[in-house]
């Protein structure tokens, strides 16, 4: 069983910088891309960012040159630093990843987190 939990979520002012995280664990063999989606209130989810295991990257446009996806490979953890953040940025962010299980029949699947809520307002 493989499970995904995000962590780092909170209320700030426009202009503040948050970090989520998202770590997978359970019965893991290998983790492909890893990926930030959110959904504001009304809306469809959208992607945020993805990184590959080799840490290529790739961004929405609207979070290009604010938001960095990193990741440890190590830890089978993802992170999401959010700079300069907008009333726009109000989201609820979940995380996802394709895992592959190191028990039979070892396939890769694609996971969710429960997701963390960003709140950005004055």
């Known amino acids: 069983q493989v499970q995904l939990v995000e962590s780092g979520g909170g209320l700030l002012q426009p202009g503040g910088s948050l970090r989520l995280s998202c770590a997978a664990s359970?019965?893991?063999?290998?983790?492909?891309?890893m990926a930030w989606y959110r959904q504001a209130p009304g809306k469809q989810r959208e992607l945020v960012a993805t990184?590959?295991?080799?840490?290529?990257?790739n961004y929405a446009d609207s979070v290009k040159g604010r938001f960095t996806i990193t990741r440890d490979n190590a830890k089978n953890t993802v992170y999401l630093q959010m700079n300069s953040l907008k009333p726009e940025d109000t989201a609820v962010y979940y995380c996802n990843a394709n895992i592959r299980s190191s028990q039979f029949p070892m396939t890769y699947k694609n996971y969710w987190g429960q997701g963390t809520q960003v709140t950005v307002s004055s």
């Open positions: 359970g019965s893991i063999a290998s983790t492909g891309v």
């Open positions: 990184i590959t295991s080799a840490a290529g990257t």
